[in-house]
């Protein structure tokens, strides 16, 4: 939790964090800040000391609702540093960071950097400030031990804003439902009353307005995918593909908050009319997994066991998966599932090579479970998935729900 975040900076030996970048779809940014309309900002949070945020001056009210300590950039006007660099744009920015650090008192120690900036002038940038301070050592945090630690568990106001997108999710899945129900078929292919066809494209735009109607947006987009596109697990659906009765849908939607806030990941397979009795046998092996799976889940579990007994109980169906035969790309293919937070994926994680440390099952975790069967040569894939909250007290609640029925049956 953010709580813990001067804990772990002292136990990895740091004197500060510095998150550069705007304050709208940059998890760490939004972690401090909570978001907003900052376009560009540079956050230093000394260890035991409350976090200063540099920010533009049209931006100073924005910066004012973040709580933090505030200081615009026009307190360091460019163009000083820009006649003490002879007219050089970039060493005059580096020497305008140099000072700010100086401000602080920041300009020995250990520093490590998070955020989002062009890769290129972030190197650059960095490298030119690490021989400008060299008793600063400017470091990544390239293990997750610190950040992502962080956030490995949630707290409560987090996992409600998180509960909160869910329920909305389930609205949006609701209407799709209803909508793929209130068309009609002619032959197999599903069309509207006009006669035309319904695709995958057309399908995937409603969702989107649907989202935006419930202030969320799907920055990481949406899968919508039928037949074959349904059998490869990240495959998100070609939009002109019409959709037709009888062939699995995998519709796997994972929105945030608008600006790039918390993140929601439920995922449901669908078949228009009917469902093929190869299908339903899927379906039905998926389902029970699914079930005996969610079942499992326990506070301080390890993640990578839960993956384990998946494959176990897949082998035992008669389907490849990864823990005997790593580069399958038929049966079961993935990991069981990940954190869910400011990132989509996040700590813990389920893989078969997880660490102990990055896939322990804390209180305060919120994580997908969600197994698949995928085949697509023969024009078919499944996969189901909640997203659930360990909390506290060793209670496992799922955060939002939806049915689990596979046939959608039609109406016209």
């Not at 293919?333 to 322990?360: F, Q, R």
Request: aromatic share 8%; hydrophobic share 40%.
């Amino acid at each position: 939790m953010k709580s813990d975040l001067h804990r772990l900076m002292a136990e990895n030996e740091l004197d500060a964090i510095w998150v550069i970048g705007p304050a709208a779809h940059n998890p760490p940014m939004v972690y401090l800040t909570g978001g907003g309309h900052i376009t560009q900002a540079d956050l230093i949070l000394k260890r035991g000391e409350k976090g200063v945020l540099f920010h533009g001056p049209m931006e100073r009210d924005e910066a004012a609702r973040t709580g933090l300590i505030t200081r615009s950039y026009s307190s360091y006007p460019f163009a000083e540093f820009l006649k003490e660099a002879n007219q050089d744009r970039f060493r005059a920015s580096v020497l305008r960071l140099k000072r700010m650090l100086e401000d602080l008192g920041l300009t020995r120690g250990r520093v490590m950097l998070f955020g989002q900036y062009d890769a290129g002038v972030a190197f650059a940038l960095f490298d030119a400030l690490q021989k400008e301070l060299p008793e600063l050592s400017i470091l990544g945090d390239v293990e997750n031990k610190v950040l992502q630690q962080a956030m490995l568990t949630k707290d409560r106001e987090e996992v409600e804003r998180i509960r909160r997108v869910g329920q909305k999710t389930v609205e949006v899945i609701d209407l799709t439902a209803d909508y793929l129900r209130s068309q009609r078929l002619k032959g197999d292919v599903l069309v509207d009353a006009q006669g035309e066809p319904i695709t995958v494209g057309r399908v995937k735009r409603l969702i989107n307005l649907w989202l935006a109607e419930r202030d969320l947006e799907n920055p990481e987009g949406t899968i919508f995918a039928i037949g074959r596109d349904a059998g490869v697990p990240h495959s998100s659906g070609k939009a002109e593909d019409v959709l037709r009765a009888g062939q699995t849908i995998v519709f796997d939607i994972f929105p945030c908050e608008t600006g790039g806030g918390y993140f929601f990941d439920m995922t449901r397979t669908w078949c228009l009319g009917y469902a093929p009795e190869a299908v339903e046998k899927l379906y039905e092996q998926v389902l029970t997994v699914f079930h005996a799976v969610s079942s499992e889940v326990r506070v301080h579990g390890h993640f990578r066991d839960l993956q384990r007994r998946t494959c176990e109980l897949f082998e035992g169906m008669g389907h490849p998966t990864v823990l005997t035969q790593p580069q399958t790309e038929v049966g079961y293919v993935h990991s069981l599932g990940h954190g869910v937070g400011l990132n989509i994926h996040e700590k813990p994680v389920s893989g078969l090579m997880a660490s102990p440390e990055d896939d322990v099952l804390l209180p305060g975790s919120v994580v997908t479970i969600e197994p698949g069967l995928y085949y697509p040569d023969q024009n078919m894939g499944v996969r189901l998935e909640n997203t659930v909250y360990l909390a506290p007290d060793g209670k496992i609640e799922t955060l939002a729900d939806y049915p689990l029925d596979l046939v959608l049956k039609l109406k016209g």
